[in-house]
């Protein structure tokens, strides 16, 4: 393959704290060089940025691709798509999927239907208990050994303290962490939006926000005594996000994310039943948004997920209760993530570090950084270009965007995977 | 007269005026309703549907005889929940309402939120008859006719409302209109049926029913649902009773002329003592389902001036 030169353009490098104009060349699938000054080798393809900024591919810390069970939802090849369009070009998997993620041997079908698609590396997370199901545990030795990167049983809480205790236990002895969605599961259960005064309006039965809370406060205490490393998945309220502080300086090995909804929309989103709008854990209100904002300027929070959950109009078109949670958000995931850069809330590198050296940092990958030698996944976006999100138009299968209707500002103008280019161009 | 939407899916929202002309409308209806006259020209050619997912004898049967006094087609849909319970069907039943031309849709459902969906997929006015625990329109309407009607106005009385306000669709469209319209409203009942920042929706919470029903004017009971107990919000009939049915004892704490409503069916000794739900001079429980019907033909006749003229 060619050696590609991209030209000026504004290099954003989070881990190092690069933020000047440059070049990049990528030469065998890895960042060669990059820096001012670079001319381009005889025979290399030149891609003028224009101005326009180059930073890293994003990590996508969690979604759900539809596959196994789900293929009318998503599959691994339409995700792909939504993903080099958004920018993405690693995707952490859940593994709630139908059969679930506890076998080694769906871990390594995983990884190998995402090289198939050869722009998107796929990392599988193994069922942290058999069949997502919060009884036993998974094998996670041979899980880790097929490549699983973290154990969870994805939407599902791990609701027994006893078994997670014996996870977060058990999983030290493979260098691995749990990954918790937080959510106390007696209190949310039959829960359809955040208890409050727009759910009783509505006649909705309430989620309490505490129901977060509770169970970030118990899994610390659980990290504490075993010396396990949690992770919380979608963090959304200022409770917990004041436990995880707090976990964090003590010095316990604690660790949290977000998605786009729980930073830039509230509970007001689902207005009159907006279906699209329902997610797990519910949106909040703003108070809370507002927490979730500063925890990732202050760092609480390690990195910013998709938390992509691809429902289809069945799964929507239905009474505000009876409707599934989730929202689709690879293709939103830099957009969504800089509105709040151009609002002026969070600086740029830090919103880029939380979706690229972050995540990178925490999974131990060598991508998300520029630097040489790193592989080159990048993205090349134009910081101000402005789209609409239009539920339909979405690339990939999944169409239940939350931000349907929402006009970002951050167009996605090429993705390149290991080098080679896989979106725009 | 003016009402403002296509459609009457909630309360909440509406204005003092809205509330006020519906009202006027259904007194009208009231009193041509007591003199045994009727006027079947205005909905003559309109059909009405009255689509019902959940059980009801006392609400079809009161907008069947609002739509067939005012003239209108009336054909009753029951649609049994244990064949419906996914709203895909939900869905197709509005495109087959289409298909029939209907003009004015009433709709009950156990879902909160159920006529809104259905709302935006047919052609047909949709009048929500109660849906899941979010609003119930037209009860909240012939409650405050009814109170208008004894005590000549709704601004400043005060009226508790008690029992299982969390669980309680009357109860929300109730608080919605009444403090609309600019009276006092108490909710009344134990902590675990009150739902979470009532407070917000501009009524006072009582726990304690006497406090609750001192100086009230009206008094208007809910029927506490019984699986309710089962679900562990309330430990037993027996005890809910003691503190939250109402008895004569309770009832002296409110004021000597005070009425007693409950929009039925009523579970006698649950939360309402029978000696106070038969009381000739207090309870007007008799009445509310006379000025029901007037309701929902104010209701009709509202809603069908907006309707185009032919199809």
Redesign the interface.
Same mark, same amino acid.
């Given at each position: 393959m060619a050696d590609t030169l991209i030209t000026k353009a504004r290099l954003l490098d989070p881990a190092s704290g690069l933020d000047a104009p440059g070049a990049l060349l990528i030469r065998d699938g890895l960042i060669a060089d990059c820096g001012a000054g670079l001319t381009a080798p005889e025979g290399a393809t030149v891609v003028d940025a224009a101005g326009s900024c180059l930073a890293p591919g994003l990590i996508d810390l969690r979604a759900n691709l539809g596959e196994p069970g789900a293929e009318h939802r998503e599959t691994i090849a339409s995700a792909a798509q939504a993903a080099a369009a958004g920018g993405i070009t690693t995707i952490c998997v859940l593994p709630d999927t139908d059969p679930a993620l506890d076998d080694p041997a769906l871990i390594s079908f995983i990884a190998r239907r995402g090289e198939a698609t050869g722009s998107v590396t796929l990392l599988p997370y193994g069922a942290a208990t058999a069949g997502c199901a919060g009884k036993e545990l998974a094998e996670y030795g041979l899980l880790r050994e097929a490549g699983a990167i973290a154990f969870t049983d994805g939407v599902r809480a791990i609701a027994s303290a006893r078994t997670m205790r014996l996870a977060l236990s058990y999983a030290r002895a493979f260098g691995a962490f749990i990954v918790q969605h937080p959510e106390e599961p007696s209190l949310a259960a039959g829960g359809a939006a955040t208890e409050g005064e727009l759910a009783t309006r509505l006649g909705l039965p309430g989620i309490t926000p505490a129901a977060e809370a509770m169970l970030v406060a118990r899994d610390i205490a659980l990290a504490r005594i075993t010396g396990g490393h949690v992770h919380f998945a979608h963090v959304s309220t200022a409770a917990a996000l004041d436990l995880i502080r707090a976990a964090k300086a003590e010095g316990l090995a604690v660790t949290c994310d977000t998605a786009p909804p729980y930073f830039d929309l509230n509970e007001t989103a689902i207005g009159d039943y907006r279906t699209y709008a329902k997610l797990s854990p519910p949106l909040r209100t703003e108070m809370d948004r507002q927490a979730v904002v500063a925890a990732l300027v202050d760092g609480t929070i390690d990195a910013i997920a998709s938390d992509h959950q691809p429902r289809d109009a069945d799964d929507k078109r239905l009474p505000f209760a009876q409707a599934e949670a989730g929202g689709a958000g690879l293709a939103t995931l830099l957009g969504v993530t800089l509105a709040r850069v151009h609002a002026g809330d969070v600086p740029m590198l830090t919103a880029l570090g939380l979706l690229t050296a972050r995540p990178a940092t925490l999974l131990d990958l060598p991508q998300g950084r520029l630097v040489k030698g790193a592989p080159a996944d990048l993205v090349l976006f134009h910081p101000d270009r402005g789209w609409k999100v239009e539920a339909g138009k979405l690339p990939g299968k999944a169409q239940n965007s939350p931000f349907d209707g929402r006009a970002l500002e951050g167009r996605v103008l090429g993705t390149w995977k290991a080098g080679r280019r896989v979106f725009g161009g | 007269m003016t009402y403002p939407r296509k459609h009457l899916l909630a309360i909440?929202g509406l204005e003092p005026p809205h509330l006020a002309d519906l009202l006027d409308l259904a007194e009208s209806y009231a009193l041509l309703n007591r003199s045994g006259k009727t006027q079947r020209d205005l909905l003559k050619g309109r059909t009405l549907i009255n689509l019902f997912f959940e059980d009801s004898t006392r609400t079809r049967t009161s907008f069947e005889l609002a739509g067939k006094r005012l003239g209108a087609d009336v054909i009753n849909m029951s649609v049994s929940t244990s064949s419906v319970?996914? &709203?895909?069907t939900?869905?197709d039943t509005a495109s087959t309402l289409n298909a029939m031309h209907c003009d004015l849709l009433v709709v009950r459902?156990g879902?909160?939120?159920?006529p809104?969906?259905l709302s935006q997929k047919v052609d047909a006015a949709v009048i929500n008859a109660g849906? &899941?625990?979010?609003?119930h329109p037209t009860q909240a309407l012939l409650d405050a006719l009814t109170i208008r009607r004894h005590k000549g106005r709704l601004e400043g009385l005060v009226v508790a409302i008690c029992g299982d306000i969390a669980h309680s669709?009357v109860a929300?469209s109730n608080m919605h209109l009444l403090t609309t319209m600019g009276s006092r409203v108490r909710v009344v009942g134990p902590p675990t049926l009150i739902?979470?920042?009532?407070a917000?929706?501009g009524v006072e919470v009582f726990h304690d029913m006497k406090a609750g029903l001192a100086g009230a004017d009206v008094v208007m009971m809910l029927r506490l649902q019984r699986e309710r107990m089962s679900g562990g919000m309330v430990p037993s009939a027996r005890e809910f009773f003691r503190f939250y049915g109402l008895d004569a004892e309770k009832l002296a704490h409110a004021k000597p002329d005070s009425i007693v409503m409950h929009p039925g069916p009523m579970n006698r000794g649950v939360e309402i003592d029978s000696a106070i739900a038969d009381h000739l001079t207090r309870s007007v429980i008799g009445e509310q389902v006379e000025m029901g019907v007037a309701c929902r033909m104010a209701v009709l006749d509202m809603l069908s001036r907006q309707l185009p003229r032919n199809r």
């Open positions: - | 909440e319970n996914k &709203g895909e939900l869905l459902h879902q909160s939120g159920a809104s969906l849906d &899941g625990t979010h609003e669709r929300r739902p979470a920042e009532s917000r929706l």
